[in-house]
């Protein structure tokens, strides 16, 4: 997806329904008073693919920037039409949460 200056990729308070990877350009994520510029080996909202989630904060393009959408129905689709992967996957999926409840224990 091509971007251009102060376009907005997603809100606070809204369902995550993609993940998003920055190929090029500059994006400002914001969550209250803190703000994060993604780099280009960092995905964004990775949580979505294995879990419901909602958005904490803001992203928002800095410049013209190309970012990659992953977009979570179409990843499922993909993953299930697999027996191998479909395992693979689920595999990944546990460890994922199990680190996220781990950093918040």
């Known amino acids: 997806h091509d971007l251009g200056e102060d376009d907005v990729i997603f809100c606070h308070g809204n369902p ?3 993940a998003y990877l920055l190929l090029h350009g500059s994006l400002t994520y914001h969550q209250e008073d803190t703000n994060i510029n993604p780099t280009a ?3 964004i909202c990775e949580m ?3 879990t419901h989630w909602i958005h904490f904060g803001d992203l928002r393009c800095q410049n013209f920037s190309h970012i990659c959408a992953l977009h ?3 990843f499922c689709e993909v993953i299930c039409s697999s027996p191998a992967v479909q395992v ?3 595999t990944y999926a546990k460890e ?3 680190g996220m409840h781990a950093e918040n224990a």
């Open 41 to 43: 080996d960092f995905w």
């Open 88 to 90: 693979q996957a689920h």
């Open 72 to 74: 979570v129905q179409e």
């Open 96 to 98: 994922y949460i199990d």
């Open 16 to 18: 995550a329904s993609s």
């Open 48 to 50: 979505c693919l294995w």
